[in-house]
């Protein structure tokens, strides 16, 4: 009878020491699969962030204003986007503390056009009085990336006997409006590797 009896006590001790243990093991994996995720938003976007997932994408951080939140390790989608930029996604994987802050995002072409009348005047400015360009008029402008990158079509006063040409231009640190490539008929990106080559196609490519 006592050799039962001692029998079960040693089973339930060995019970209550399993389950203490698969309690400090799950504890454990909770409290170390955890990781602070802080979000610094620049001035005028918001940051959103998604769990990974196949089946879904649940939402764990939508936000303007930094904030910090414990989140689990793993995948995340984090979308930039903001009133007068092109949204853009990434894939992050966090597997300590990290923080996310806002990429350099392009502004969307309808925030560029409505910059284009106030940059216009200085940006024809640089290249008008240039003696190739006697004659030719801007027929197509436009803005690009951030504002910073300009490109114009000139069309000559005799298309018969000259050819349409093109210009790009780049504001510079202080502001101001200068030639980083042409007058030329076309571009190509090779030859032209500090000028972002989605500009150089876009004026390269421009039919009127």
């Known amino acids: 009878m006592q050799s039962n009896q001692r029998i079960i006590k040693i089973i339930v001790l060995l019970a209550l020491v399993v389950g203490i243990i698969a ?14 995720l802080t979000v610094e938003p620049a001035a005028g976007t918001r940051t959103i962030i998604n769990k990974a997932s196949e089946n879904s994408s649940p ?35 966090v597997n300590k503390n ?37 004659g030719y008029t801007v027929v197509y402008q436009s803005l690009y990336e951030q504002g910073d990158w300009y490109g114009a079509v000139l069309l000559p006063k005799d298309p018969t006997t000259q050819d349409i040409l093109r210009i790009i231009l780049n504001k510079n640190d202080k502001g101001t409006w200068e030639t980083s490539a042409g007058p030329s008929i076309v571009f190509y990106t090779g030859k032209y590797p500090s000028i972002p080559p989605q500009v150089v196609k876009a004026v390269s490519n421009k039919q009127l």
Do not use: M, R, W
Not at 60 to 86: A, E, L, M, P, R
Not at 111 to 120: D, V
């Open 98 to 134: 990290t923080t996310i802050q806002t990429p350099v995002l392009l502004h969307s072409p309808d925030y560029l056009i409505t910059q284009l009348p106030k940059e216009s005047a200085a940006a024809q400015k640089a290249f008008i009085g240039l003696p190739q360009l006697a």
């Open 59 to 93: 939402l764990v951080v939508d936000t303007t204003i930094n904030v910090s939140q414990t989140v689990s390790k793993g995948t995340y989608t984090v979308t930039f986007s903001g009133d007068t930029y092109q949204q853009k996604t990434s894939y992050i994987t």
């Open 23 to 36: 309690g400090v093991g799950v504890v454990y994996g909770v409290i170390f699969n955890k990781v602070v």
